[in-house]
């Protein structure tokens, strides 16, 4: 307990402390759920479209840097876009994965869930991926998230009662469209419903070099940040 | 509070929580009091010169990339050199210092004291140069802390109980080094005193420029054995020029600094 002078009263100087009652991703996939804790259910505002931030890879471990990434895409999305976030997910993606340097996937869960559960009010972990049984496509995880969020749950709720539909986005960093570049390694199905029907938020330091790869796809839907 | 699985007690999670008692600097020089919270009195090993690391700046707002520096050096130190560190601390410029986008002092340190009291084991923050009624040139800073860490207080304690002297190193990213090129802005003088007497300890990103520069400079050529160069491995320049600019702009600067300087900026209507 610091002595406390008039600029620091505990409510003022939160110490990354955010105490709501969080349920932990479990370790089994008959155990699990979709973590809804932070999913607004309501649409603020009505001429919006509601949005889903979904973000995969390893996070071994998380950092700042994959932190900043969901606070950079809000930013642009709201100075941008006719998106209203309702949400934002990390998906670790999981051991079959086989990568060099990837912890075992519930400490990686776990390690994301730490870095959000305190500090963040939009952002929650999903260990749906990381718990299937085999690795899983990533436009099959935007389908888990689609699934989730609208077919399920209807999507939110507008103000008259009415739902609408959330739009799912992927959120990747520069590395996602160096990974575009690799023969063979995206089936062309994939690519077209990941960024035809979905959509990818791409984060990257010199916006030239991505805008060189997409433009020579006619249906792309990427918005570059 | 989290339901907990067999991974997560709350021991193995520390939530960058730190409880220790610590009193707080104070906004008036007759209060002023020298912080040894953190500030070891014994040397742990007889073989090691101690010393105490200090780093100066505007630090408006203190960000993780500060906090990053001083973990940097300690690392440095740790791997090259006979030094063992018992202390650091940011002792954030006074507001005579007019430079743009100077928060007052007392919200200076206020920030530094929420960035290290719950996140570190080995940093304080010092208010003394920013509680002097002018401008404090460097080398008397570094006076102040060797006179507040040797002359009054003995420096620290061995193993037999005899004291040894606590060596005090400055601190600094290259724009110190970009500004020793500056004429006449340093006195050769106070040169002489913070390279010879003291010594520096300088995070740089690309080394050959620093060792180019310090072969180059008559005074920093001399005292060379007194310069430490670290490079930095995982390139992080988060800028409190931009930090201050984001949050003029309505734009996010979580995860760039500590979210309890976060809340006190916004608490406190800063840098709008």
């Known amino acids: 307990m610091t002595t406390s002078n008039k600029n620091a009263s505990p409510s003022v100087t939160e110490r990354e402390e955010d105490d709501p009652i969080i349920k932990l991703q479990p370790s089994r996939l008959e155990d699990y759920f979709f973590p809804t804790h932070r999913l607004k259910s309501r649409l603020e505002d009505n001429t919006k479209e509601p949005l ?96 989730e969020v609208n077919t399920k749950r209807g999507g939110v709720t507008i103000a008259d009662g009415e739902t609408r539909k959330v739009k799912i986005m992927l959120l990747a960093g520069g590395d996602l469209i160096e990974s575009f570049k690799v023969p063979k390694l995206w089936l062309d199905e994939d690519l077209h419903h990941i960024l035809g029907d979905y959509g990818v938020l791409i984060v990257e330091r010199t916006g030239a070099d991505v805008w060189a790869t997409p433009s020579q796809d006619s249906d792309v839907n990427i918005r570059s940040a």
């Open 52 to 147: 889903v931030i979904v973000a995969c890879g390893s996070f071994s471990p998380i950092t700042y840097l994959h932190l900043r990434i969901f606070e950079m895409a809000k930013d642009y999305i709201i100075d941008n876009t006719h998106f209203e976030i309702i949400g934002g997910y990390y998906s670790p993606v999981s051991d079959h994965y086989t990568k060099e340097g990837l912890a075992p996937s519930h400490h990686r869960v776990r390690m994301c869930e730490l870095a959000v559960e305190r500090t963040s009010q939009w952002l929650m972990v999903d260990a749906w991926e990381s718990l299937q049984a085999e690795y899983t496509q990533t436009a099959l995880v935007m389908d888990h998230f689609n699934e």
